[in-house]
């Protein structure tokens, strides 16, 4: 068994370890005001931390290309509060466009 494989059971085994642990906290405990605050911001940070990455890198590199710019059109549309399929077609637009110029 390689050492990729260990990693990725021993990660699976610790991640399930850690939901396990999670189950077990008492009620109390979660619904402090801080811990709530946290548990509630910390799918955000980390799908947010997750959009950055895939965005504005590519393999170990930071890279500037049409993700980035069909990123800004999706900003922009949400902020503007259009429905989230036209969000998706709008930024998809965008990229190809771009694209299809010759940028990233």
């Known amino acids: 068994m390689s050492i990729v494989w260990i990693a990725v059971i021993a990660a699976s085994v610790?991640?399930?370890a850690q939901k396990w642990v999670g189950y077990q906290a008492p009620p109390d405990v979660l619904e402090r005001p801080r811990i709530a605050?946290?548990?509630t911001m910390l799918p955000i940070a980390l799908l947010g931390a997750?959009?950055?990455t895939q965005a504005a890198t590519s393999g170990v590199e930071i890279v500037l290309d049409a993700r980035l710019a069909a990123l800004g059109v999706?900003?922009?549309?949400l902020a503007l509060r259009a429905p989230f399929l036209v969000v998706v077609?709008?930024?998809?637009?965008v990229a190809a466009g771009l694209r299809a110029l010759g940028w990233g």
Do not use: Y
């Open 74 to 77: 999706a900003v922009v549309l």
């Open 14 to 16: 610790l991640s399930f």
């Open 89 to 93: 077609i709008g930024a998809a637009l």
């Open 37 to 39: 605050r946290i548990t």
């Open 50 to 52: 997750l959009v950055a």
